[in-house]
């Protein structure tokens, strides 16, 4: 089975710009995460989808940060516009339901310059 | 709020045991995970405790003391490939949310 697909991989773009991160969960996972990680901050919960539903965004740092879930198989982050303190990696993660343990995509390496 | 402590660093060799203690402050709690990470690697789900006691698996076992708001992770016949950051994290609502310690860097020497 495929797990959690994040794109792009890496990304290094300059400060200012419009960053858009991507996830696709496993199938048939309804619930879905978005962590950012740093070494200053470690893994921190961004924002919890239920049902494509964004059930609690008290993670996200900014107004320039928002996400997305318009259906069951994808999601997207998105930072605009992009500050260097925005680098880190970010990870997308499901879970079939509430009590279930988390998978975790490969994570997408952000740098902003 | 939530916070969670465990030591940064830990150093073990081969075949040995070692225990990495979690000790957590949270609003509400539902469990205790443990999730293991590589350098330049994803997490990696380890084991959840929601109840008191001993959970097995494998080489692995995690505790769980509510009373106590303590736990921890016991890894046994240590190998070189557990050589990694192991995370404890809080779940502290019924809808799965994580809150994650600092991680605990656990070297393995031969």
């Known amino acids: 089975d495929a797990g959690v697909i994040q794109s792009p991989r890496h990304e290094v773009t300059e400060m200012g710009q419009e960053v858009t991160l991507r996830c696709k969960p496993i199938?048939?996972?309804?619930?879905l995460f978005w962590y950012r990680q740093t070494m200053m901050r470690g893994l921190e919960l961004l924002i919890y989808f239920n049902n494509n539903v964004p059930i609690d965004d008290s993670g996200m740092p900014e107004d320039r940060f928002s996400a997305k879930m318009p259906n069951a198989s994808f999601s997207t982050l998105k930072i605009q516009p992009s500050e260097p303190r925005d680098s880190a990696v970010y990870f997308c993660?499901?879970?079939?339901?509430?009590?279930?343990?988390?998978?975790f995509g490969d994570g997408t390496r952000l740098s902003i310059l | 709020g939530q916070s969670l402590e465990q030591p940064s660093e830990v150093t073990a060799v081969e075949g040995a045991i070692v225990q990495i203690n979690c000790t957590y402050q949270t609003s509400g709690f539902y469990g205790l995970s443990w999730y293991q990470q590589h350098d330049g690697g994803a997490p990696t789900f380890l084991s959840y405790?929601?109840?008191?006691g001993l959970e097995e698996t494998g080489r692995f076992s995690s505790f769980l003391s509510r009373s106590d708001s303590y736990g921890y992770l016991l890894l046994q016949e240590l190998q070189m490939k557990d050589s990694a950051s192991y995370f404890c994290?809080?779940?502290?609502?019924?809808?799965?949310?994580?809150?994650f310690g600092g991680g605990t860097r656990l070297m393995v020497k031969p």
């Open positions: 993660a499901s879970s079939p339901h509430s009590n279930q343990p988390q998978h």
């Open positions: 405790n929601a109840l008191d």
């Open positions: 994290a809080v779940d502290n609502n019924a809808g799965n949310m994580l809150t």
């Open positions: 199938s048939g996972h309804n619930s």
